[in-house]
């Protein structure tokens, strides 16, 4: 299949997965279940609380079928429905409560307090946004 179809085919739902009968999964195998490269699935572990595979004795990543199916829902949230790295964070997470939040952070239109400076924090957050936004547009690659 040319690189482009292999984009676009990638690009298709989470939904169309089918997850095969067994408890445990290799990085690899996780990777091409859900048609997201290795590399993203490890930068989504560090993103993701909710996604801690275990290693094995090797120090190889084992997922186990829950894993699997957190990594289709994070692909969904953002490649579906336009989270950013924290929305999809916090919609995992279910600290989402009220209808309006539950809206991607790409169309909300939150401003800061008059006044408010950058600080470590927020500045350290930003920068793990963009290195998500960086990190999904090389994997669309």
């Not at 990085?27 to 993103?47: C, D, F, G, P, Q």
Request: glycine content about 6%; charged content about 30%; some cysteine.
């Amino acid at each position: 299949m040319p690189r482009s179809q292999a984009s676009r085919h990638a690009r298709s739902s989470s939904a169309e997965v089918a997850i095969p009968d067994k408890p445990f999964f290799r990085i690899n195998e996780v990777s091409e279940l859900t048609r997201t490269k290795a590399h993203v699935l490890r930068y989504w572990e560090t993103e993701f609380p909710t996604l801690k595979p275990e290693k094995s004795s090797a120090g190889r990543r084992i997922y186990s079928r829950e894993d699997l199916e957190t990594v289709l829902k994070i692909k969904r949230l953002l490649y579906e429905e336009g989270f950013t790295i924290a929305g999809a964070r916090k919609q995992l997470s279910g600290e989402i409560g009220s209808e309006a939040e539950s809206a991607p952070e790409t169309t909300r239109h939150d401003k800061p307090h008059e006044g408010a400076s950058l600080d470590g924090q927020h500045l350290r957050a930003i920068k793990r946004e963009l290195q998500g936004i960086l990190t999904i547009l090389s994997s669309k690659c």
